[in-house]
Every structure is written in C-alpha cells, then in structure tokens.
C-alpha cells in the first residue's frame, strides 16, 4: 500500500483536503512509493493562522523556556539520525552516509539556536546626556516561513527554522514535494521536544502554496534555498508584498588549480566535490580551471579516480554514490553531456546510459567528466546539478579569475595552491560568497553566515550564523530620561535635544 504523507498543522498531522496528490519516487528503483497531499489555499491559510494564534504567546516566553525545548529537540535529532537519514535515502536516493552527513550539518544549527541567548543580547549607552540612556534590542517578527529545496530535505530546513524559533518566531514550512518525508520527522520529534502546538507547521504542494505564503498577510518574512530563476521570483513576490527575503539560488562554482598545487590533492578534492552526492548540491565543483601546462595530468588524476566510484542503491553500504532524484531529472543531466563534444568540449568520461544491474529502472546516471570546455557550452553555462564536471583551461592565473568573475554565480569557489600570496590575492580578488584555499566546498560552520554573491543570492542576508539571526529579528532602539527625584518641576523647551 503506498504511503500518504499528509500536512502538520497546530501541532498534529493534518489529513490533505484539496484531494490532489504528488508522487514520491524511490530513486533506486524508480517506483512510487509515497503520494504527498497538495494544499490548498485554505489550508496554507490554515497553518498561517495556526502560527499565529502560537505567536501570541511564544512570542513572549521566555528565552530559557525556548532553549530548554531546543536542547530537547537536539538530543531527539541525535538519537533519531539513522531513522531521518533512511527518510533521506528513501526519496532522494543518496548514500547513508551522505545522509547523516547532512543531518549533522542541520545539527549543527540546532547547536548554534541553543545558545540563541548570546546572539539576542542588546545594547545600551547611559548618560547619552544628562540622566538618558539608549538601548538597542531585538525582538522576534511573527510568522515567518521556509520554502526548501529536494537536496538536502533536512539540513536545509535545519538552517530556518531552528534560529527563526528561537528567536520568537513562529514557522512554516513548504519542503520539496520530491522527498517530504524528512520534514514531517523534525516536525513530530520538534513536539516530543514540548514545542507548543501551532510553532513548526508544514504544508506540501506546488506553486499554489508557495505562492498563497508569499502573498499571505500575515507572513512577515521568507526564506528560500532553489534555482536562480525561483529566487528571484521568490524575493520580487515577496518584496512587492512588503515580507523581508532571503533566497539562495543556484551555482556554477569553479575550482581553480594553479601549476604548484599538489595534483593529486586537487584530483581527490574536485571528485569529491563534483561527484559527492551525485552533483545535486548547490555547493558541489561543477568547473575545475587548469592553469598553465597541468591540465592533461590533472585531468588524468581525475579519471582514475572517478572510474572507481562505486554507484548503487543508498541503502547498499557499497555505495559511494546513488541514482539522482527523478528520472526526468536524470534526462536533463545526461543531455548536458551527449551534447558536450558538439559545443566543442572533449568527453572523457561518458556516465549517460549508465544502469546498475537489477535497478534498471531506477534513475541512474554514472560519472561524466567534459576537458578543454568552451565556455560558450551550456555544460559550462547552466547549472547541471548532477555528476558532471567541466574542465577549462587557462594559461594564467589572471585569467583565471577574469574567467570566474565573469559568471553571473558567486555562490562558492575554491583555490588549490602551496602559495600563501597568490590563495590572499584570489580570496581577496574574486566575486564569490564563500571561499575555500585548499577546501574544495567550503561551507562554513554553522557560526558563520552561509551565502553566495551576484545570481546566487536576492536579498541582503545570508542565512545561518549572525546574518540568520538577523534575518528573524528586527531592531529596535529605545532612549529614556527618568528625573532625578530631586529635580523640581520642569520647564518646556522647544529647542533640538542638548546632547554635548
């Protein structure tokens, strides 16, 4: 019997009213296991106002009441990893591994929204003048919401609305329809943590509820992790109906390898990069940028190490790498690369008809590696999200980072190099959000803020760390003048507050 995934309002699964379903894929086999329930406007309405019925009072609990909850709630996560990471496995097909590594990435938020304390600490100046003090404070906003993305279902989710919560906030969530199952696992473990019903609400579906969030009333802000295209419809919808946005959008992040670098170094960490969870990660290295005469050692070190991935099932601990998530997907991957020596790029590896033996029907596509790619190709221009990687080569390092700096991404890139001069000039020369010297994805920890440049990011805040708490706060400055006890009556002046 096929599983149905419902919605989680006020605190209890909610059964899907509007009677349309999607369908959930195990990507290993490429048969539906799950029918995901679509909401409807009444029903995102429906969430919207459980949250802020649930505003009403968690906005003003107490700070040591909301950590004790989260505490709580990060001992629940840890205890449940492999249970979420087989959730993950299930839907979107990558290796166990992988998947609790991506539940201890959204942990590591859940840390930092544990000691949410230090980061709502305000400020204050006294006798500003004579007896007036100043204090700046930050005070949560209301309902916010989170849209998010199939790769990582829980990590992602785990960037939110753990900091917004903690902050004050209540929250709703719209995961992927692909893989839905990993968000509703928080949302149960969230209220055997004592979180208050209404706080964490999560509705699926389509455009239909993402738009309904974005035009809601009563959603003061939106965060976003997707494609470039979505982003910036996310942030001009949003923005045009006054919410505060933040939306992440896609990458082409490149990898530049200088002629001093330890080659196979930059070979391991560029398969890494490009081939770790199947290429779906908006982080991954999708172009290595060979300067000067490495180019044909590099590219050799990178295919011997690519023909051994071992590709299968996530649920076979064999595995290093599993199928990607739709099999339409897989299409559009492996149009990228039979299209490749066409636009003038050199196909090395060739993972396009790649099956693995009693899956054949699963949404399987093997290692594909692209050298001397022009940077006209679409292998080069568009965002791939899958296990492709372009290598363009370069005669100088200048040129290298004039050909990084012109892409519309600025999401993440990374330098190989022993170098110490040349790895300060490109962090301090090149037009991207996070930057890795000698780390191929160069995530940062949860303390620090997650975010790209130019098409990769709308909005003013990176998410996570100092820019997320940020994000689901809003300052507010107070200035007080209380008369001494001794002071007599007062005369009115007219005149410009006497500060000196």
Same mark, same amino acid.
């Given at each position: ?73 990060? /001992?629940?996560?840890? =205890?449940?990893?492999? #249970?979420? *990471?087989? %959730? ?6 990558? +290796? !166990?591994? &992988? ?83 990993? /968000?509703?696992?928080? =949302?149960?473990?969230? #209220?055997? *943590?004592? %979180? ?6 999560? +509705? !699926?579906? &389509? ?294």
């Amino acid at each position: 019997m096929t599983k149905i995934v419902n919605h989680w309002i006020g605190g209890k699964t909610v059964e899907g009213a509007s009677g349309t379903y999607g369908p959930v894929t195990d990507p290993a086999t490429g048969a539906v296991t799950t029918n995901v329930a679509f909401a409807t406007v009444d029903e995102v309405d429906a969430a919207v106002a459980a949250a802020k019925d649930a505003y009403a009072t968690w906005g003003t609990s107490s700070l040591a009441k909301r950590s004790a909850i989260l505490f709580k709630f990060r /001992a629940l996560l840890d =205890a449940n990893r492999d #249970a979420i *990471a087989e %959730l993950i496995t299930a839907e979107h097909g990558k +290796v !166990h591994s &992988d998947a609790l590594g991506e539940v201890a990435r959204g942990l590591e938020i859940v840390e930092l929204a544990c000691g949410i304390t230090v980061q709502l600490k305000g400020e204050l100046s006294t006798e500003v003048a004579s007896r007036v003090d100043v204090s700046s404070i930050r005070q949560s906003l209301g309902v916010v919401a989170g849209i998010t993305p199939f790769n990582f279902p829980a990590m992602v989710p785990m960037w939110m609305f753990p900091i917004a919560i903690a902050c004050g906030n209540t929250f709703v969530l719209k995961p992927s329809e692909k893989d839905p199952s990993a /968000a509703m696992k928080l =949302a149960e473990l969230f #209220a055997e *943590a004592g %979180l208050p019903d209404g706080v964490f609400n999560v +509705v !699926h579906g &389509d455009k239909v509820a993402v738009d309904r969030l974005l035009d809601h009333p009563d959603v003061k802000a939106v965060s976003f992790v997707g494609s470039t295209p979505i982003a910036r419809y996310i942030h001009t919808t949003a923005s045009t109906n006054g919410k505060r946005v933040q939306a992440l959008g896609g990458a082409k992040n490149h990898m530049l390898v200088l002629p001093d670098a330890d080659l196979d170094a930059a070979a391991d960490a560029a398969v890494s990069a490009a081939y770790g969870s199947a290429g779906e990660r908006c982080m991954a290295i999708s172009a290595v940028v060979a300067v000067g005469a490495i180019g044909d050692e590099l590219v050799q070190k990178i295919r011997e190490r690519a023909e051994k991935i071992k590709i299968g099932p996530g649920n076979d601990p064999t595995s290093e790498m599993g199928p990607l998530i739709t099999a339409v997907h897989r299409d559009k991957v492996a149009s990228y690369v039979t299209g490749a020596a066409a636009e003038g790029a050199e196909v090395v590896l060739d993972g396009s008809g790649y099956t693995v033996d009693g899956f054949e029907d699963g949404h399987w596509i093997g290692i594909s590696l692209l050298d001397k790619v022009p940077t006209s190709a679409k292998a080069y221009t568009d965002e791939i999200f899958g296990p492709v990687l372009c290598v363009l080569r370069v005669d100088t390092y200048d040129e290298g980072v004039a050909l990084i700096n012109s892409s519309p991404f600025g999401n993440g890139t990374a330098i190989f190099t022993r170098d110490g001069g040349a790895a300060r000039r490109f962090q301090l020369e090149i037009e991207a959000g996070m930057v890795g010297v000698n780390v191929p994805i160069p995530v940062p920890v949860g303390y620090h803020s997650f975010g790209g440049w130019k098409d990769s990011l709308f909005g003013d805040h990176h998410i996570y760390g100092n820019d997320g708490t940020h994000f689901y706060t809003r300052g507010k400055v107070v200035t007080t003048r209380w008369p001494d006890p001794a002071d007599g009556p007062s005369a009115v002046d007219l005149g410009f507050p006497r500060n000196h």
